[in-house]
């Protein structure tokens, strides 16, 4: 038994076939397709999507933009769905390559199917085509590879048996998910092939808790019992494992504090009596004195990226050891650490059963308690500090927290933004904080915000962005409107990028080409351009307002949440009032020479700072 289709007919009919199961839930893999049609998709994927409706299409503005919809739309819901990507070929295709690279640095499954040039070659070079005069099987395609965790090339319509089942044994892993990428020639999108009925039977992908090597684990259990100031590091592998209570459980009964790094907060609320919250570079200062004086960190799903380890200067103890809790065993074995490569919850789970009897000391207990009170009067400082107008961006933050409800989502994902929100957003419920802080692409922000709301529309989702990321990419507001998928939008417009322009103060570049101006005397120093957001959204087909104080931000945010369709509040920002770190370092590598006294005096405090620099063996 056969059936007679094209290729991407037959894609299409296999995709909408695929589910998986996780703790006896089953779900429907792809919940939709997102792209943008043109000559190398509009014949082939383009023609299946029309012919069969049983997977939506959802018209995106930009190619890039949906793989951080797809990308979001798989983080909200665990990594257990994700939307695919149709573009055509050249332009079209390469503008997902950043989406994609998000995504797989991220560890986020989202499927891309970019149309590619002739197989069949007679024809070439065709329109968009990258021809290379040494050899014919090469296209813009190729630059997937790298960013891909798995790539394939379909040049004949049979080859999707095969191939399709591996996309999914990659995107459905625990370890090894990210962008996949099938090329699809434009001429096989739309050729015939015979294929076999089974390969359309519904399959169900089951999604594994790995219980982990029964000698590392009691071999942790005697590291944890041995250790008198351990620290838990909890990464987004603890909410990927919805294993936040417990987490919670494990904390509350032995004591030791939790610390969250970007992906993982909201692992605990904030105000769970351990819960140190953010930890690193955008960290809280209890949290970055308890990693520095740690002699056992658990790093529990976590990457340990150099915001997390303040570049390799957070942990300073000398007889400090590392038990990684991970499904990946790459990050399992990071910082010679002794190895757990099992699901986060029954890792857990297992532990806060086994450490029965094992607390803290009161010192320690105490200390914890002591930072939580001062974290907390701080937090209230910075929400409460009514600078200007221009507002400060941490009151900004602040309104919008407290705005916000118990299951609202914040996402964000570059900027100033993201260090504040790390530092200073109090997160209630597992999913309410979403940073994309892998790639810290700016440009996630809207496009991803979308992803969450399509993948829970019962919460409200606040999108922080700021004005840089906002111009960089807002087109995704169309799309919100046109699907109505409503978004809460608030941006903070400094007029530039306050970020890096306080980095490049801090490296002795003065802000160079950071402000938002016009160019005057042969500098960009100028008066401050007069960009009007708030229109620009409107325009959009948004809601929007501007506002300048905090009472006019309240009434705003408050009215945007009643809104049903779109909502932008624009709010000026003071681009010089930072929040600032606390107990952290990171390593950006300032000029050995330079004609500037800046940079020079700049150049010794970096040297100081890398000698905290650790190798871990
Ligand atoms: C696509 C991309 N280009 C460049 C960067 C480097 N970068 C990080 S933050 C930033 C400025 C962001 O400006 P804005 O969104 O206004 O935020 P602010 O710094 O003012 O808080 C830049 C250019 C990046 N993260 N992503
Ligand atoms: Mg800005």
């Known amino acids: 038994m056969t059936r007679r289709l094209t290729t991407a007919q037959a894609i299409i009919q296999y995709l909408q076939q695929q589910h998986v199961e996780r703790d006896g839930v089953e779900h429907r893999f792809f919940a939709g397709c997102f792209g943008i049609f043109g000559h190398g998709n509009v014949?082939?994927?383009?023609?299946?999507?029309?012919?069969?409706?049983g997977l939506r299409y959802y018209l995106c503005r930009n190619e890039q933009a949906m793989v951080h919809t797809a990308a979001a739309f798989a983080k909200m819901t665990n990594r257990l769905q994700t939307l695919a990507c149709t573009t055509s070929i050249g332009p079209g295709a390469t503008n997902m390559i950043t989406g994609a690279a998000a995504a797989t640095i991220n560890r986020v499954p989202v499927l891309l199917l970019p149309g590619d040039i002739f197989a069949r070659r007679n024809v070439a070079p065709v329109l968009q085509q990258l021809e290379s005069p040494a050899?014919?099987?090469?296209?813009?395609?190729?630059?997937?590879?790298?960013?891909?965790?798995?790539?394939?090339?379909?040049?004949?319509?049979?080859?999707?048996?095969?191939?399709?089942?591996e996309a999914m044994r990659v995107?459905?892993?625990?370890?090894?998910?990210?962008?996949?990428?099938?090329?699809?020639?434009?001429?096989?999108?739309?050729?015939?092939?015979?294929?076999?009925?089974d390969f359309f039977a519904r399959r169900v992908w089951h999604i594994p808790r790995p219980r982990g090597d029964a000698a590392a684990f009691a071999r942790a259990i005697d590291w944890i019992r041995a250790s008198r100031r351990p620290l838990i590091v909890a990464g987004g592998g603890v909410l990927y494992s919805e294993a936040s209570e417990n987490l919670a459980r494990l904390a509350s009964r032995t004591g030791i504090p939790v610390a969250e790094t970007q992906a993982g907060k909201g692992s605990l609320r904030f105000d769970h009596p351990q819960c140190l919250g953010a930890m690193g570079v955008t960290g809280t200062p209890g949290a970055n004195v308890?990693?520095?004086?740690?002699?056992?960190?658990?790093?529990?799903?976590?990457?340990?990226?150099?915001?997390?380890?303040?570049?390799?200067?957070?942990?300073?103890?000398?007889?400090?050891?590392?038990?990684?809790?991970?499904?990946?065993?790459?990050?399992?074995?990071?910082?010679?650490?002794?190895?757990?490569?099992?699901?986060?919850?029954?890792?857990?789970?297992?532990?806060?059963?086994?450490?029965?009897?094992?607390?803290?000391?009161?010192?320690?207990?105490?200390?914890?308690d002591r930072f939580r009170a001062?974290?907390?009067?701080?937090?209230?400082?910075?929400?409460?500090?009514?600078?200007?107008?221009?507002?400060?961006?941490?009151?900004?933050?602040?309104?919008?927290n407290q705005v916000s409800a118990e299951s609202d989502v914040v996402v964000c994902a570059a900027g100033s933004l993201p260090g504040d929100l790390h530092k200073?957003?109090?997160?209630?419920?597992?999913?309410?904080?979403?940073?994309?802080?892998g790639y810290s692409t700016m440009g996630y922000e809207i496009a991803g915000g979308l992803g969450i709301k399509m993948a829970d529309p019962g919460r409200e989702v606040w999108v922080m962005v700021g004005d840089g990321s906002y111009l960089m990419m807002a087109q995704e507001i169309v799309t919100s409107v046109a699907e109505g998928v409503k978004l809460n939008i608030v941006v903070l417009d400094n007029?530039?990028?306050?970020?890096?322009?306080?980095?490049?103060?801090?490296?002795?570049?003065?802000?160079?080409?950071?402000e938002y101006r016009f160019r005057s005397g042969g500098e960009l120093a100028g008066a401050v351009l007069?960009?009007?957001?708030?229109?620009?959204?409107?325009?959009?087909?948004?809601?929007?307002?501007?506002?300048?104080?905090?009472?006019?931000?309240?009434?705003?945010?408050?009215?945007?949440?009643?809104?049903?369709?779109?909502s932008v509040v624009v709010v000026e920002t003071d681009i010089n009032a930072r929040v600032g770190g606390y107990e952290s370092w990171w390593d950006v590598p300032i000029a050995e020479v330079s004609q500037r006294p800046s940079v020079e005096a700049a150049r010794p405090g970096y040297l100081d700072g890398r000698k905290k620099e650790r190798y871990f063996f």
């Open 43 to 53: 014949a082939g994927i383009g023609q299946a999507l029309e012919q069969d409706r």
């Open 135 to 165: 050899s014919q099987d090469i296209s813009v395609n190729d630059c997937f590879r790298p960013v891909s965790r798995y790539w394939d090339r379909i040049y004949r319509p049979e080859q999707i048996l095969t191939s399709l089942p």
């Open 171 to 197: 995107l459905t892993s625990l370890a090894d998910t990210g962008a996949v990428t099938l090329a699809l020639p434009q001429d096989v999108q739309a050729e015939a092939g015979d294929y076999p009925e």
């Open 290 to 368: 308890c990693a520095r004086e740690a002699d056992l960190v658990i790093g529990i799903g976590t990457r340990y990226s150099d915001f997390t380890t303040a570049s390799k200067t957070a942990f300073q103890n000398p007889e400090i050891r590392f038990v990684n809790i991970n499904v990946a065993e790459f990050d399992a074995l990071k910082h010679s650490a002794l190895p757990l490569v099992a699901d986060a919850r029954v890792a857990l789970e297992a532990l806060a059963d086994t450490l029965a009897g094992y607390r803290i000391d009161a010192d320690y207990a105490a200390r914890v």
């Open 374 to 400: 001062e974290w907390e009067n701080e937090v209230d400082r910075i929400y409460d500090a009514r600078h200007g107008p221009p507002l400060s961006q941490g009151e900004v933050i602040g309104a919008v």
């Open 424 to 437: 200073l957003w109090r997160t209630r419920d597992p999913r309410g904080y979403h940073l994309e802080y």
């Open 495 to 514: 007029h530039g990028f306050s970020s890096i322009g306080g980095l490049s103060r801090a490296c002795g570049a003065e802000g160079f080409g950071t």
């Open 530 to 566: 007069p960009v009007d957001l708030a229109h620009n959204a409107e325009s959009l087909g948004a809601c929007a307002c501007r506002v300048r104080t905090h009472e006019q931000l309240v009434e705003a945010l408050t009215a945007c949440r009643r809104h049903d369709r779109t």
